[in-house]
C-alpha cells in the first residue's frame, strides 16, 4: 500500500511538472539576485520599505517575488514573512491564502534536480473590491519590494 501510495504521488509530481513547465519562458530560472540585506519588523514579518516601479512584479509568473529559503527549509516563512508586511493601498490590513502551486521553472537551487515550482497566494483587504494574486518563489533570493498597489507596515 505505502508502494502504491508513493508511485501515485511520484506520477502527481511528474505530471504536473510537465504540465507547468509549458510556456516557462520566465527569468525564474537564474537563481539568486539580492543585492539587499532582508531587514525584520519581528521573526514573522519583513521590513519592506522600496517599492516596485514595474507593475508586473509579483503579479506575474515570469516576475515572481522571490523570498527564498527553500535550501534553508525556512521558504514558506519567508512567503508569509512577506505577506505579512504588505498592507493595502490606504494602510488596510490584508489576508491572504495559499491558493496552489503552478508553474515549473529552472533555478539552480530547486530540491530536486534544478527545478522549482512557484506558489500563488490570494491576496485582499477590508473594503477592497478584488482579491489580487501574488506569484511567490521560495527557491531564489531577490530584492524584496512593495508591490504596486500595495503598501507596507513600518513597524
Request: proline content about 3%; glycine content about 12%; hydrophobic content about 35%.
Amino acid at each position: 500500500m505505502k508502494k502504491l501510495i508513493l508511485s501515485l504521488v511520484a506520477a502527481s509530481i511528474i505530471t504536473a511538472c510537465a504540465t507547468q513547465k509549458q510556456g516557462t519562458g520566465s527569468n525564474q530560472g537564474i537563481g539568486d539576485t539580492r543585492t539587499t540585506a532582508v531587514e525584520h519588523l519581528d521573526d514573522r514579518t519583513y521590513k519592506l520599505t522600496a517599492h516596485a516601479d514595474d507593475k508586473t512584479y509579483g503579479y506575474e509568473q515570469k516576475n515572481a517575488i522571490k523570498v527564498g529559503g527553500a535550501r534553508e527549509q525556512s521558504g514558506p516563512l519567508n512567503e508569509r514573512r512577506f505577506l505579512n508586511a504588505l498592507l493595502g493601498p490606504n494602510g488596510e490590513a490584508v489576508g491572504y491564502y495559499r491558493e496552489g502551486s503552478c508553474c515549473a521553472f529552472d533555478t539552480p537551487n530547486g530540491l530536486f534536480g534544478n527545478a522549482g515550482m512557484l506558489d500563488l497566494y490570494k491576496v485582499y483587504w477590508e473594503g477592497g473590491t478584488d482579491t489580487l494574486s501574488l506569484y511567490l518563489n521560495m527557491y531564489d533570493k531577490g530584492d524584496l519590494l512593495i508591490p504596486v498597489g500595495f503598501t507596507a507596515r513600518e513597524e
